[in-house]
């Protein structure tokens, strides 16, 4: 499989300021990583997607200038949720593909008050 | 943009028992097929996965079913246990789209002592 390790697990933070959340790939370079987005109850909705040295792929309906991802290496990829609000609250993962299989970071709870 | 229909959302199954959990797509270009298992403030854990080209796949307690023409899969549980109790998610992605994957709703399993 891969390590997928996610920092910080859980943020609470002002409404109105940003938050960045990591994701690195432990044991292998990710080209290409994704971010998910899990209403309480809800599936998972992928976001983006992430690429070394390139801009991300968002997805339809994700506000690209709210949602920043940077890929600057291939183990890390970070998630700026900026001038968030209450509605951001939620829980972010992130994954990671290899060899046609995806793995999962342990995700960050954000609060935002 | 559902493309993966989950049912059912919820089930209570009896310590030893089994439970079957299935999942529908839409989309023939899906040729990779994971199940997810979510405990509570977690990231998904990739449970088991199977390819178009097997109709079966089993790992222990777990057992994958997959009919191509129906467009179904499944996921069995033999005697299941109260541990096993968590969110199951099916999801499925096409050679295309990598390790990008569409997700089912969820099914949330309870196993009762």
């Known amino acids: 499989g891969a390590v997928v390790s996610q920092h910080p697990s859980r943020v609470i933070c002002k409404s109105g300021t940003s938050v960045k959340i990591e994701c690195r790939s432990l044991?292998?370079?990710?080209?290409?990583m994704f971010w998910y987005r899990q209403f309480p109850k809800q599936s998972l909705m992928l976001m983006a997607t992430s690429n070394e040295g390139s801009k991300a792929t968002y997805e339809q309906g994700v506000e690209k200038d709210k949602f920043l991802i940077n890929h600057a290496s291939l183990t890390l990829s970070t998630l700026t949720v900026t001038s968030a609000h209450p509605e951001d609250s939620s829980f972010y993962i992130c994954?990671?593909?290899?060899?046609?299989?995806?793995?999962f970071g342990q995700g960050t709870r954000l609060t935002v008050v | 943009q559902q493309q993966v229909k989950q049912s059912p959302q919820s089930l209570i199954v009896q310590k030893g028992g089994i439970s079957i959990i299935n999942c529908a797509y839409e989309n023939t270009a899906f040729d990779y097929f994971p199940w997810y298992q979510q405990f509570p403030g977690k990231g998904p854990a990739l449970l088991i996965a199977i390819r178009p080209d097997v109709s079966e796949k089993k790992e222990g307690r777990f057992t994958i079913s997959f009919n191509k023409s129906a467009k179904q899969f499944s996921l069995h549980i033999m005697d299941s246990q109260p541990g096993d109790s968590a969110t199951y998610f099916c999801?499925?992605?096409?050679?295309?789209?990598?390790?990008?994957?569409?997700f089912g709703e969820g099914t949330q399993l309870t196993v009762n002592p």
């Open positions: 999801a499925a992605s096409g050679e295309t789209s990598g390790s990008r994957l569409t």
């Open positions: 994954s990671v593909g290899r060899n046609g299989w995806a793995f």
């Open positions: 044991d292998f370079q990710a080209t290409t």
